[in-house]
């Protein structure tokens, strides 16, 4: 298992998910986390959104461009989650 929680632009996740993605066996998972942070989340202390493309981006990019994993939602049976999209089981 691989779990993501470094910087949150798409660019620095998505080289990590490039990189470490290697290491996850099949059925094993990759958890990118802070999936939600664009989602129209206000920055602490700020009435902001977050201007960047970050975890959730990422993801979307890395699942169009391969076969190897998918998003497993299935560990989404609680009502909040930071990494919510974020499960990927490797398939192959």
């Known amino acids: 298992m691989v779990i993501l929680d470094a ?9 990590e998910m490039k990189a ?3 290491l996850v066996g099949e059925g094993q ?3 990118a986390e802070d999936t ?3 989602l129209h989340v206000k920055r602490p202390n700020e009435n902001v959104p977050y201007p960047r493309p970050g975890p959730r981006e ?3 990019q890395f699942v169009a461009e391969q ?3 998918v998003v ?3 560990w989404e049976k609680f009502f909040m989650s930071f990494a919510a ?3 990927l089981r490797r398939v192959r």
Do not use: P, Q
């Not at 910087?7 to 080289?15: E, P, S």
């Open 72 to 74: 497993d939602r299935s």
């Open 67 to 69: 076969d190897r994993f």
């Open 58 to 60: 990422a993801v979307e």
């Open 7 to 15: 910087k949150h632009h798409r660019d620095h996740v998505l080289a």
């Open 29 to 31: 998972y990759m958890v």
């Open 36 to 38: 939600t942070i664009n």
């Open 20 to 22: 470490y993605g290697e």
């Open 85 to 87: 999209g974020g499960f």
